[in-house]
């Protein structure tokens, strides 16, 4: 059965990335969500899942985790919406050889084995490229295809660490948390999206009469770079003045005010940074000594007394629900927002005036929210147009597909 869109019942637009075609090898979080990326914007991608081998589960594992409806994990339906799944036992030379066949005919190929497995198999990007030169290989790995950490087994998990997140997520003094999701894999899994996407321009900007479709190149993204890449001035704060970032909670050291703070009934998120907000805000809460203080009209003397600000803030929420700071706050213009559970984002008529709660039908009949599409394109937006599949659930028309175009070429 086919998803439904909780907004719109309209015909589908052309889509960005239509005519694209991706064999997904990876599992799990990190590929699989590249592969999810691509797929929403019209690629077509071929997910390629283990068969049940000695009493081990079939497929991909995600189909396991957490959740599960009638024995599959409804997070399947949001990681491999749009995607065909086809059964294929890589372990195998028949496996083998029938996944470098589909690779044969695709544009991308996915995966998020541990470095050197590839090469194990004899399906080393060398070995692919030879009869299909246009082929991008993204290859996401905890720690990259190089250097000497490679062939160390690399989660989300130890790649915030290495990162350098996990350092900062803590109260002072405190174990660091995780943040409760697979950040790590995500930002993998984005980066190696948008990696990708930069490949297939280099692609046809190298078009020529002896590459009619280009060349293609490896993506190498590693889970840790990727936590890295997000980390904002940690480094060049180090490198410049030996200064060790440290854990501060819900505060933004170095910018203020910027915290979590604590009303009668909740908690709120206030952005109170910006000069001419932070004036703003100190009006809004009856505090016009502060907002005329000229040491606090910029930033830097906002941080050197920002436990006196956060402390009349504090003392401004305390006595106040969520609902009425948000909207003496919100008719001031001071970013300000609750802290959003399940329900909260389910209940939000923004999340839905934005398409960003959308509906799919099981093969079995639940309906399932699941998180829309973005970036929102306007002339190629993205679209769910197939639910999560059953296990090898598209391996007959796929590989019939595939005899059919390589008649000739290899023997059936």
Wanted: aromatic share 6%.
């Amino acid at each position: 059965m086919e998803s439904n869109r909780s907004t719109s019942s309209q015909v589908t637009p052309p889509q960005a990335l239509a005519g694209l075609k991706v064999i997904e090898l990876g599992q799990l979080i990190a590929g699989p969500f590249a592969g999810k990326t691509l797929a929403d914007f019209g690629a077509d991608v071929i997910k390629i899942e283990p068969p049940e081998v000695d009493g081990f589960a079939g497929g991909d594992p995600l189909r396991q985790w957490r959740m599960l409806h009638n024995g599959t994990s409804v997070w399947w339906q949001v990681q491999s919406r749009n995607k065909k799944s086809v059964v294929l036992d890589l372990r195998t030379p028949e496996g083998r050889e029938t996944a470098c066949r589909l690779i044969d005919e695709a544009d991308v190929v996915i995966e998020n084995f541990k470095p050197g497995t590839m090469e194990k198999w004899g399906m080393a990007y060398d070995v692919l490229s030879a009869t299909n030169p246009g082929l991008i290989m993204l290859r996401i790995s905890g720690y990259g295809q190089t250097g000497p950490y490679r062939e160390r087994p690399g989660f989300a998990v130890v790649a915030e660490a290495m990162g350098g997140m996990r350092y900062l997520n803590a109260e002072p003094g405190r174990v660091p948390v995780r943040a409760g999701v697979s950040l790590g894999d995500t930002l993998a899994g984005l980066h190696g999206a948008i990696g990708i996407l930069l490949a297939l321009q280099a692609r046809h900007a190298s078009v020529s009469i002896e590459a009619p479709k280009g060349r293609g190149q490896v993506v190498d993204v590693a889970l840790y770079e990727a936590v890295f890449n997000c980390m904002e001035s940690l480094l060049p704060e180090f490198s410049a003045f030996g200064a060790v970032r440290q854990p501060a909670g819900s505060a933004l050291p170095g910018i203020a005010p910027s915290n979590a703070y604590v009303c009668s009934d909740g908690l709120v998120v206030i952005g109170g940074n910006g000069d001419s907000i932070f004036k703003r805000l100190m009006i809004a809460i009856a505090r016009d000594d502060l907002a005329t203080d000229a040491e606090l009209a910029s930033n830097p003397g906002r941080v050197k007394r920002v436990a006196e600000i956060d402390a009349a803030i504090g003392a401004w929420t305390a006595v106040r629900a969520v609902d009425q700071v948000l909207d003496v706050l919100h008719a001031a213009s001071v970013p300000v927002g609750r802290i959003y559970s399940a329900q909260d984002i389910s209940h939000d008529p923004h999340y839905k005036a934005r398409d960003m709660i959308l509906q799919v039908t099981t093969h079995d009949g639940l309906t399932v929210d699941v998180p829309g599409i973005i970036p929102k394109l306007s002339a190629t937006p993205g679209a769910i147009t197939r639910r999560g599949p059953l296990l090898g659930e598209d391996t007959d028309a796929v590989l019939d597909a595939l005899k059919q175009s390589q008649r000739g070429r290899y023997l059936d």
